[in-house]
């Protein structure tokens, strides 16, 4: 089996209300995503096509017919539009909310019974360089994930090992006085499209989460030092990651936590799952 991924940018402004409510209760809900003369986002939609090779041309699909498709049944509708007013599936449901999550959804709803040479994996929406979601078809199941940064200093020893030992693993990440990182930070929630909202889970929520528990205890701090965590525990990215996920899955109940990605250098990340969770199809 084989994996295609094609990307398309589109531009299109939105915004989140529900009809029967007023401005005021609108923002309450949606904040300022709620304004009735709508906000706007630079988009990036990545389709990712799986099947096996055609013989006649070894590829898994003519990409020049995906490009048709995508700038027919998808650009020709988002680019440079008003989603709420000028997107035909979300002008006749003003109901339906043109969230990332639910707009995932309805680019696979599009795309999915026009592929006749191959299989769709998977539908990728960047929002922002910082927001997307992944929808596979699982009926309403969507996967949402938000980066967040933050700025620590650690050294990597372990107190199993002699200081001899330590240098020949870690090398210069056994510096005494430690080293830093801008630790990039990906959180994936996962679960069904909420009607109302067209959202999983509120991001605010989300966000303050993250902040609360994860930035607030280890941004601008040295882990081995300045967090209890760290105080009989290496370090290490791999230990860093499984740290994260117990701090922060416990509060975003009943939010399910899917993945939590730590990105320590731009060489390097570090992906977990839980100790009872699958691993996931992202």
């Known amino acids: 089996m084989y994996y295609l991924t094609r990307q398309a940018a589109f531009e299109a402004s939105h915004s989140y209300r529900i009809p029967e409510l007023s401005d005021e209760e609108n923002h309450r809900l949606f904040g300022p995503t709620a304004n009735p003369n709508g906000h706007g986002h630079n988009y990036l939609v990545e389709v990712t096509i799986k099947g096996k090779l055609a013989p006649e041309h070894g590829m898994v699909i003519n990409l020049s017919i995906l490009d048709l498709l995508l700038k027919e049944q998808v650009l020709a509708y988002y680019d440079h539009k008003h989603i709420n007013r000028q997107h035909p599936i979300f002008a006749d449901n003003p109901h339906l909310q043109p969230t990332s999550e639910n707009i995932a959804i309805q680019i696979w709803d599009t795309l999915a019974p026009r592929l006749n040479e191959a299989q769709l994996h998977r539908i990728r929406l960047h929002e922002d360089s910082s927001l997307f979601a992944d929808y596979h078809g699982e009926e309403q199941m969507v996967y949402l994930t938000k980066t967040y940064e933050f700025s620590a200093s650690h050294r990597l020893h372990s107190q199993h090992l002699s200081d001899e030992h330590n ?103 570090f992906d977990y799952y839980g100790e009872s969770s699958k691993v996931g199809a992202l």
């Open 167 to 269: 240098w020949e693993i870690f090398g210069k990440c056994n510096n005494a006085h430690g080293h830093g990182h801008n630790y990039v930070l990906e959180v994936t929630i996962k679960g069904e499209v909420e009607a109302r909202t067209g959202m999983i889970a509120n991001l605010d929520f989300l966000d303050e989460a993250v902040q609360k528990h994860i930035c607030a205890r280890f941004d601008h701090k040295h882990l081995n030092l300045d967090t209890p965590e760290f105080k009989n525990l290496n370090p290490t990215s791999e230990n860093f990651v499984k740290v994260i996920w117990e701090i922060l899955e416990p509060p975003l109940r009943p939010t399910t936590l899917h993945r939590i990605r730590l990105k320590e250098t731009p060489k390097n990340h």
